[in-house]
């Protein structure tokens, strides 16, 4: 796509998989004031180098501390070719990659429109239409996000379109018939040193990876946020959904810490010419 958002951390608006790995298009030089901004607080080891395995930080009430920038864990073989400078995580490609046999337990339905989706190259994916990619893809994407930790209220900055999640721990109930949304409403509570969050209330349709796993309105989704350390957050991602599925299923996601930077916006809309060009619909 000839986009030219304004990121170089992420090249182009459409992004196509080969195999798993990401393809770019050219982007624009970028000159911001805090993209080497040094990170306050960060533990050091003795030649002062970060200390990524430190305990994680903890908040006054002696929480866990999620705040920080994040990035997705790289764990994308390398190509024979070689690899790319972008952090890509396997289960952006396929999100149930580490399960059994590598494949999510599809309906029949779903397992068709997985086959058809990947056989058009994922061109309707929403990401590929500058469509808000929700919860799960946004934990998968190659951009950063910020977590900003406060009393009774967790949110998640993203990059990608410049766009937010709020995860309320100040013990409301998920809402019994809400408007459909792209990242659910989703509230959360402490078991120990987890934060487990419950979501619901999601749009039809929606793509869980770039394959197309889909993901119905049917679907109540349970994330466990664990901060394994310094350097280092899981999340545990269980989707109850039994339209799509014939059973519950559970993957682990991993983030590493991204020290000294800060958010850039990433539009995908922003000099967009090419989706009048796309054959999908």
């Given amino acids: 796509m000839s986009s030219v958002p304004m990121n170089t951390r992420l090249c182009g608006s459409l992004v196509t998989l080969a195999g798993a790995a990401l393809c770019c298009a050219i982007s624009t030089p970028v000159f911001a004031q805090w993209l080497k901004y040094p990170t306050a607080g960060v533990p050091r080891k003795a030649n002062g180098a970060p200390n990524l395995e430190a305990p994680a930080p903890r908040t006054t009430d002696g929480r866990p ?9 790289d764990n994308l073989p390398c190509p024979p070719e070689g690899c790319l ?19 999510l337990p599809y309906q029949p339905w779903a397992a068709d429109i997985v086959k058809r989706r990947l ?50 721990t100040d013990g409301r109930a998920l809402p019994v018939d809400p ?54 957050l899981e999340i545990e991602l269980t989707i109850n959904d039994p339209k799509a599925y014939t059973k519950p299923w559970t993957v682990t996601i991993h983030h590493n810490i991204a020290l000294d930077t800060e958010l850039l916006d990433y539009i995908c809309l922003e000099n967009e010419k090419s989706l009048v060009h796309m054959v999908g619909k």
């Fill in 65 to 73: 501390d999620f705040s920080g920038m994040w990035a997705p864990e």
């Fill in 85 to 103: 400078d972008m952090k890509v995580p396997r289960e952006f490609g396929n999100i149930g990659w580490s399960l059994n046999g590598g494949l």
């Fill in 179 to 232: 408007q459909p949304s792209w990242n659910g409403y989703s509230t959360a509570k402490w078991e120990g040193d987890a934060l487990v969050v419950r979501t619901s209330g999601f749009r039809d349709e929606m793509w869980l990876d770039r394959r197309g796993s889909p993901m119905t309105d049917a679907a109540d989704m349970t994330e466990r946020f664990r901060r394994v350390n310094y350097g280092k």
């Fill in 119 to 168: 056989a058009d190259n994922s061109k309707d994916d929403p990401a590929s239409h500058c469509l808000p990619r929700g919860v799960v893809k946004l934990h998968t994407t190659p951009l950063f996000r910020k977590i900003v930790q406060v009393p009774g209220l967790l949110v998640i900055l993203n990059e990608a379109n410049a766009s937010y999640r709020q995860i309320f």
